[in-house]
C-alpha cells in the first residue's frame, strides 16, 4: 500500500534555530516528492519538488533532501523565523501518471520569540 | 506562477441548504482539478476528480449525490455540498496540475449550524 509518513507529528523550536523534518514513503512506482508549507486556514504553497534523480532542493531557507534508495526524503528549515510556524507536508507522487498524490499527515511546526 | 482560485473562503450555512464552492484557473487550464477534504488536525483527503466535459471520479465512500461536481468550463470546476449537516463542516480544497505540480486555492471553510 502507497503510504507517507511524517515525523515528528509537531516541533517547537525557538527562533532562529535550525530544525529537520522527516518524510519516509513507501510508493511505488515514484515520480515526484513535493514539500508543501500550510498555513493555518490556508491551501498549500509549494516549497520544493524532486524527481527520483534529484538529491537536493534549496528554496531560501529550506532544503530539502532525497534519498530514492531508503525512500527518504528530509526538509532543513534554517534560522528560523516566527512566520516559519505552519504545518509542513510531504507529498509523493506515483510513477503511474497524473496528479493523484498522497499525503503525509504533515509536522506542526512551532517557532517562539 | 500559476494561480488557483477558490471561493468564499468562508461560509456558514444552516443544516439542510446547499453550499457551492468554486474553484478557478487563473492563467492556465485544467482539464483535471481535484477536491479534497482537510478535518482539523489531519491530512488532506482526496474526494473526488473533476473532469471537464465528463463526470467527476470519487473516491471510495464519498457520496457522489451529496457532494456534486461540475466541471463546466477549462477554467472552472464547482463543488455543492446538498443538504448539508453539521458533520459536513471542514475545510475544503482544490488544486489543480499545472506543469510539473499541483497548485492549490485558498481553501474554504464550511461550518454547518
Known amino acids: 500500500k502507497n503510504q507517507v509518513e511524517q515525523s515528528p507529528q509537531s516541533l517547537i523550536i525557538l527562533e532562529g534555530k535550525n530544525c529537520t523534518l522527516q518524510?519516509?514513503?513507501?510508493?511505488?512506482?515514484?515520480?515526484?516528492l513535493r514539500w508543501y508549507k500550510q498555513d493555518t486556514g490556508r491551501g498549500p504553497v509549494s516549497l520544493t519538488i524532486?524527481?527520483?534523480?534529484?538529491n537536493t532542493k534549496s528554496n531560501g531557507r529550506y532544503t530539502a533532501t532525497l534519498d530514492a534508495d531508503t525512500k527518504q526524503s528530509s526538509l532543513h528549515i534554517t534560522a528560523s523565523q516566527l512566520s516559519d510556524s505552519a504545518s509542513y507536508i510531504c507529498?509523493?507522487?506515483?510513477?503511474?501518471?497524473?496528479?493523484?498524490?498522497?499525503f503525509g499527515a504533515g509536522t506542526r511546526l512551532f517557532v517562539k520569540a | 506562477g500559476a494561480v488557483v482560485s477558490q471561493h468564499p473562503s468562508r461560509v456558514i450555512c444552516k443544516s439542510g441548504t446547499s453550499v457551492k464552492i468554486e474553484c478557478r484557473s487563473l492563467?492556465?487550464?485544467?482539464?483535471?482539478m481535484f477536491w479534497y477534504r482537510q478535518f482539523p488536525k489531519q491530512s488532506l483527503m482526496l474526494m473526488a476528480t473533476?473532469?471537464?466535459?465528463?463526470?467527476?471520479?470519487?473516491e471510495q465512500g464519498v457520496e457522489k449525490d451529496k457532494f456534486l461536481i461540475n466541471h463546466a468550463s477549462l477554467t472552472l470546476s464547482t463543488l455543492t455540498v446538498t443538504s448539508a449537516h453539521p458533520e459536513d463542516s471542514s475545510f475544503y480544497i482544490c488544486?489543480?496540475?499545472?506543469?510539473?505540480?499541483?497548485?492549490f486555492g485558498q481553501g474554504t471553510r464550511l461550518t454547518v449550524v
Open positions: 488544486s489543480a496540475p499545472g506543469t510539473g505540480e499541483a497548485f
Open positions: 518524510c519516509n514513503y513507501t510508493v511505488s512506482p515514484f515520480s515526484n
Open positions: 524532486m524527481t527520483f534523480s534529484e
Open positions: 507529498v509523493v507522487t506515483p510513477g503511474t501518471g497524473g496528479f493523484k498524490t498522497i
Open positions: 492563467d492556465f487550464q485544467a482539464t483535471t
Open positions: 473533476s473532469n471537464e466535459g465528463s463526470k467527476a471520479t470519487y
